[in-house]
């Protein structure tokens, strides 16, 4: 009896436009208060063994700012803890990233859903937006923070993260998990973004096991644009939040999750940063596009606009355009 037709591998560009759809699976929302830490989990409506982030809310945020993009994570079958503390004026990044330690050891211990839906406590990352990025890499490097044991996460996101405090790069250097950072092509070196600073350094002090790290910039994406608002568009199916933005980050988010701690290879381009997916490109890490002096566009100054060269362009020459779409 003949066997099973493999299945052609789908295109990058073809798996960011399905992860960007909701998932196959019912969502449930739960509170994590009832276990003692302020916050909410998203689930799966079933399944046991399933891949879990905790995510960190950006600063002075509240976690329902995220609710659709947590409960799209869910959908593709993915935990999801958001801590709520954390979020007055004087917050705390290595606090705020004890809190997802702390979340995230929650739904690896306790059965969620209806006691049927557990956690595989070796299928776990962290995510953030923000201050919450910054947070997620702090919880990600090895040491104790305010009592909470460091955690053997398989992947780490950090979705447009915010320079924090002096701790944050040094913290950046010793972690060991695979990393996804997320920008905007304005947005990589600036007064309330590091996006670059920090993909250049992850990972640095681990040497030749240092783990893999990409930094992607969406087409125009903006930090801004991730967070939903509720108004009267909810009622036509609206977060409020920018569509391209938004869009765009909860099927790379969801890519590499999925390869990352569930190991499907089937998304392993997202953890690629050789690889473009559709219309959202990879940094260079080692030759990244021109940055606008901090100072400058702190009083206003409009970022430089690269002309396209004359003729084709040579094979070896870095960054003569900096594009903002990628065909």
Not at 117 to 138: L, N, Q, Y
Not at 201 to 209: A, K, R, V
Request: hydrophobic share 45%; charged share 20%; proline share 9%.
């Amino acid at each position: 009896m003949p066997g099973k037709k493999r299945q052609k591998p789908q295109s990058p560009a073809k798996l960011m436009s399905a992860l960007a759809r909701r998932g196959p699976h019912r969502v449930l929302r739960g509170d994590l208060g009832i276990v003692g830490t302020p916050g909410v989990v998203y689930t799966p409506a079933g399944g046991s063994r399933l891949p879990a982030i905790a995510f960190g809310h950006g600063w002075m945020t509240s976690p329902d700012r995220y609710k659709d993009l947590c409960q799209h994570l869910a959908s593709w079958g993915i935990v999801v803890a958001v801590p709520a503390g954390q979020r007055g004026v004087l917050a705390s990044d290595d606090a705020l990233a004890a809190d997802l330690r702390s979340a995230l050891s929650i739904v690896t211990r306790v059965p969620l859903g209806f006691g049927d839906i557990t956690v595989d406590p070796r299928k776990i990352g962290f995510a953030g937006h923000g201050f919450g990025g910054a947070a997620a890499i702090i919880a990600a490097a090895p040491g104790r923070l305010h009592g909470q044991d460091h955690l053997p996460v398989r992947g780490v996101a950090a979705l447009f993260p915010a320079p924090t405090t002096a701790a944050l790069l040094p913290a950046a250097r010793r972690v060991a998990a695979p990393g996804l950072l997320v920008s905007a092509i304005g947005e990589l070196d600036s007064i309330d973004s590091n996006a670059l600073p920090l993909a250049q350094t992850y990972g640095s002090d681990l040497g030749d096991d240092s783990a893999p790290v990409v930094l992607r910039i969406p087409p125009a994406a903006s930090s801004r644009g991730l967070v939903e608002h509720r108004s009267i568009k909810a009622l036509l199916g609206s977060n409020g939040a920018d569509k391209k933005t938004h869009s765009a980050v909860r099927a790379m988010l969801t890519g590499f999750f999925l390869h990352t701690l569930d190991e499907d290879e089937q998304y392993a381009a997202f953890a690629d940063a050789d690889t473009v997916l559709g219309k959202v490109p990879a940094v260079d890490l080692d030759d990244p596009p021109e940055i606008q002096d901090k100072i400058a566009k702190l009083l206003g100054a409009k970022e430089r606009k690269r002309r396209r060269a004359a003729g084709p362009v040579p094979a070896g020459a870095p960054n003569v355009v900096v594009p903002d779409t990628i065909e």
